[in-house]
């Protein structure tokens, strides 16, 4: 079954400072997207990336896909408190119906 | 264009009731999802649809039930409600060709079931 590992779990920064956020597969990855999720609503799309070495960014984030396609990072730089929430990857593996796997989630609180 | 609505955003339910949760999109989309997400955990798919009068088994679809009837819609039965459906429900659509674009979510069901 698709095993997809976000690290770390929970991220407590001061606003300001630069983090990055991983998302590990256990297949190859045809697609990986990263959501935004606030508590209490749905998920927003954020970035999605196809390649192998491709990056992206919008603003103050940026993802990466590597090169091999089983691993993505999310950055932030000089995060803000209205980055704060929960950071979801979600993986297509290739298999049905563009069926996406997500991961557990990180939870980031940016201190202001 | 509204994006993805769902019905209703929170509800109690005691166990063995049956309740059906309503999910539309309005961007002409072929594919429909349901997931839950547990406390803690990812989404997990439970069915999905690719197009009128097709519907799909995800990876946990045991104690619900799905139709699609139109385009449009894509509503989620719970037929025996259980204290392990307490969750909360994300309907999502997406365009039919893998990696054209990304799913849109609504806005979440919040289920708790007593």
């Known amino acids: 079954s698709q095993e997809l590992e976000q690290s770390p779990q929970s991220l407590i920064v001061q606003e300001g400072k630069n983090l990055t956020i991983n998302c590990t597969s256990s297949?190859?990855?045809?697609?990986l997207y990263w959501y935004k999720q606030k508590y209490g609503e749905g998920l927003i799309f954020l970035m999605m990336l196809q390649k192998g070495g491709e990056e992206k960014s919008h603003e103050k984030i940026t993802a990466k896909l590597d090169e091999k396609k089983q691993q993505s990072s999310l950055h932030i730089t000089a995060s803000q408190p209205s980055h704060a929430g929960i950071y979801l990857c979600g993986a297509d593996t290739g298999t049905g119906a563009n069926n996406l796997f997500f991961g557990t989630g990180t939870r980031l609180t940016v201190i202001p | 264009n509204a994006g993805v609505t769902q019905t209703p955003k929170f509800r109690i339910l005691k166990i063995g009731q049956s309740m059906t949760l309503q999910c539309a999109q309005d961007m002409n989309h072929n594919y429909m999802y349901w997931y839950r997400q547990d406390p803690g955990m990812g989404l997990k798919l439970i069915y999905y649809?690719?197009?009128?009068?097709?519907?799909d088994k995800g990876e946990v679809p045991n104690g619900y039930n799905v139709s699609r009837s139109t385009t449009e819609d894509f509503p989620l039965r719970l037929e025996l409600a259980a204290p392990s459906q307490t969750s909360v429900y994300f309907c999502?659509?997406?365009?039919?060709?893998?990696?054209?674009?990304?799913?849109?979510f609504g806005p979440g069901t919040r289920l708790l079931v007593l």
């Open positions: 297949k190859t990855l045809y697609g």
């Open positions: 649809s690719v197009g009128a009068g097709i519907t």
């Open positions: 999502a659509s997406s365009y039919a060709t893998r990696g054209a674009e990304t799913q849109y």
